[in-house]
């Protein structure tokens, strides 16, 4: 039975999570979990769950026991971790608490890139997905991708350590938690200080 021997790999490589929690790159100087529950103006239901390097090396393998090209295979990462969010009435995101999120990233080394089309009704009551992308790099690598998705009744936040170049990021959009990526797609920073 095929299934045996993935199942206790499963299981050593949960037991090891938990042991150790997944290493990446600096965070930043804010109680995140805390910035995100305080984010709207409502309660939330929560659920999380992370990967580390063993458990993402055991889903390499069965990815490409089922076709992925090995040269896309997520070698490069080591830990995922995606929390969500489910308001049960549409939320109202403090723009003042974004702000703090977002200065905080800042104030850690990390850049932010934005959807250049928020605005600050959307943005405090979204009518439609509000995406904030956030990259932490050392030299030209990228050591760190946060992503945090904003709707009216749900919210995610997918926090990638990895040791990346840029053009990796395309390679690896689409599975993982990682949203496709559009490889035409142009991504500009956000000014300095947002």
Not at 65 to 90: C, E, K, M
Not at 130 to 138: G, S
Not at 161 to 186: N, Q, W, Y
């Amino acid at each position: 039975m095929k299934l045996r021997p993935v199942l206790l790999a499963l299981a050593l490589s949960t037991a090891a999570a938990i042991a150790q929690p997944p290493a990446g790159p600096p965070p930043p100087p804010l109680d995140l979990q805390g910035a995100l529950m305080n984010l709207a103006d409502q309660p939330a239901t929560h659920t999380s769950f992370s990967f580390d390097r063993s458990m993402i090396q055991i889903a390499q393998n069965l990815l490409e026991s089922n076709g992925l090209d090995a040269n896309r295979a997520p070698a490069a990462l080591t830990g995922i971790s995606v929390d969500n969010y489910r308001y049960p009435r549409p939320a109202f995101y403090t723009p003042e608490a974004m702000d703090a999120i977002i200065a905080s990233y800042n104030a850690a080394g990390w850049k932010h890139l934005v959807n250049a089309n928020q605005n600050s009704a959307n943005t405090a009551q979204p009518h439609s997905t509000v995406t904030d992308l956030w990259l932490h790099f050392a030299g030209p690598d990228i050591t760190g991708v946060t992503v945090l998705n904003r709707s009216a009744r749900d919210m995610s936040i997918i926090q990638i350590a990895c040791e990346l170049r840029p053009l990796d990021l395309i390679h690896l959009s689409g599975h993982f938690g990682i949203p496709k990526v559009d490889p035409g797609a142009v991504m500009v920073p956000a000014p300095p200080g947002r």
